[in-house]
């Protein structure tokens, strides 16, 4: 009996220390886990901010652009002709930009550069100005006066942006049209900054979870806003959808 006893125990220390093992084999393949993931983490941090970086840079080549959408090609385009085309556009929307003597364009090209028959719209027009300010004060005034026209004809001005900020600009588009129809007088800024009143006060956001978090002090306008940011949150992995242009 005595021997039986002791066998039963010998095996039950034996099972004992193997059940140690495993679980020290589980935990270290646990730790091995854990850490992969805060490298993967890591690595997406990084190339998040890399991304960023980039359309940072991208942003800034392109400050200095006007987009020009809508105006009618012709024949024998040139630089020459797009220049004289830009000065009309400024004449008839904006003559009082007229005589300032900073407008100074450093080039201007339609795009894309290679013209298709196929394309049912004319290309966009791009003017790249010697300075910032003069590209801003169109765009203002354009703001102001509501439509554009070249030749009696609409046409849009806008700046030249990045395709990730265009896209984070049109992602604020569900809230803009709510904000607007309630009107709170919204804003998307430079690059891709909502601003808004509030209580008498200009609000402004770089991305959702600063509005998220900033209208949990506001019950009524997180009720109003409540559908397009939960609509907003459920669509974070699903394809991007495009929204109404600002």
Known sequence: MKT?????RDKCTNFSNQLDQLEERVSAIEDQMNEMKREEKSKEKRRKRNEQSLQEVWDYVKRPNLRLIGVPESEGENGTKLEN?????IQENFPNLVGQANIQIQEIQRTPQRYSSRRA????IIARFTKV?????????????GRVTHKGKPIRL??????????????????????KEKNFKPRISYPAKLS?????????FTDKQMLRDF?????????TLKEALNMERNNRYQPLQKHAKM
Do not use: C, Y
């Open 215 to 223: 209208v949990t002090t506001r019950p009524a306008l997180q009720e």
């Open 121 to 124: 719209t004319p290309r966009h």
């Open 85 to 89: 085309t830009l000065q009309d556009i």
């Open 196 to 204: 808004f009143i509030s209580e008498g006060e200009i609000k402004s």
């Open 158 to 179: 806008t700046a030249d942006l990045s395709a990730e900020t265009l896209q984070a600009r049109r992602e604020w588009g569900p809230i803009f049209n709510i904000l």
């Open 133 to 145: 300010e003069m590209k801003e004060k169109i765009l203002r005034a354009a703001r102001e006066k």
């Open 4 to 8: 039986m006893t002791r066998e039963i």
